[in-house]
């Protein structure tokens, strides 16, 4: 059996060697509903095998066994994901679902929670759920209104109550400088509080409290027995020379992060921050440091999200060229823009940099009505092996190795065709996640969609259990 040394709100429980037998034996059913859906196979890393409109191309390995659509009033874009025991929370632009996943296979809507503010970027601790709001709001309420950006208005963190999983209760509103893109959940190392890192950018003084160039993070400190008592308690410049300047419309100038992954067990965290990506020592949770920044002016547009390998020697960043709005999986486009690139990190301490290994994007073309780009995705916990699964919005999902940092390799993929064959319409996954044996995808379009991934690179992952997984909260596995 497989053990972490984590404490137990952050252990990777295990099961035994039978029950993951069964799990890898069993062949996972068509979802309900999916007769009129043409399904096809592809050999993983085939080119141009674009499906058509609902059409379903997957490699043999990767088979969707679920899928649930949105309902209103969650009928919005869909957007990130946070696990919890044997439920997923999923963010949406209307608020956030509340699913019960203890049968992957046929999931269930436990709450629909109406809070609208984009883009309501999701994570969970303990009995508690926090959404970023990064559109102005007319007040924190989740009965506000979006008003124009030059009006007095609130942005910021919402944070509810779920200790009743179907009926979430807010809280308490903390309002951050230029809003909450994204935040990350980062544990103290007392555990009687978590701070969220928020990441926000903005260009021009419009944004209440965000004077250019925003080149801060705010922390928001949040008592875990009393989080009506959670403030706003740092705002460090992680950029006091103002960041890379940008290439007018080819190359984001930094004005703050997007995203940042912390590894809490390791005391890093790495920001990718539109023109920069760095490196961050967070010994000090309410002070982190810049230790290393690299820049890519040749084929990264905008520097959006990043995971660490599970070992700590490696940082995938992701380039979200077009803003999620472009067709960039195209033959035009080529394979080194709108990708990812793996960084290897060399040296110790404040010597520790990051240095470049390899570019990955999907080794298949898309069509040029579909959004498609690198987006959200997490390890799936392989000892001995570096292997993540990814959303690529319409490109679909992707499961790839990149133990050879210099070598990385599609080992499954599954996408749907295109939302249309006329003209360019957004969608497709936003995040795609391993969670306790399968693949949770967050359609922005379609809904839920749950995969079942039966490999023999990735078998051990089967062992790992979750208490919790909030991904740019990285855990660690036990590995040899």
Known sequence: MLRSSLPRSRRLATVGLAAAGLLLASVAAAPPGSADVAVRSAPSGAANTIPGIDEIVSSPNLKQVANLPKVAPLDATNSDLAFQGRYAFAGNYNGFVVYDIS????????ASVLCPGSQNDISVRGNLLFLSTDSPRSDDSCSSTQVPSSETRWEGIRIFDISDKANPRYVKSVQTACGSHTHTLVPAKDRRSVYLYVSSYGPSDAYVGCPPPHDSISIVKVPVKKPTDAAVVATPNLFPDGGFPGVPGAKSATSGCHDITAYPEKDLAAGACMGDGILLDIRDREAPRVINRVRDTENFAFWHSATFNNAGTKVVFTDELGGGGAATCTE???????ADAVYDITGRGDARTLVFRSYYKIPRYNAETETCVAHNGSLIPVPGRDIMVQ????????VWDFTDSANPKEIA???????SVDRLVGGGSWSAYWYNGYIYSNDMVKGLDVLKLTDWRTWLANFIRYDELNVQTQPRYLSW
């Open 332 to 338: 035009a486009i080529g394979p080194n823009r709108g």
């Open 391 to 398: 959303a690529w919005y319409q490109g679909g999902i992707s």
């Open 103 to 110: 049968r992957p296979t046929a999931p269930t809507v436990v």
């Open 413 to 419: 993929f599954w996408e749907r065709g295109p939302l």
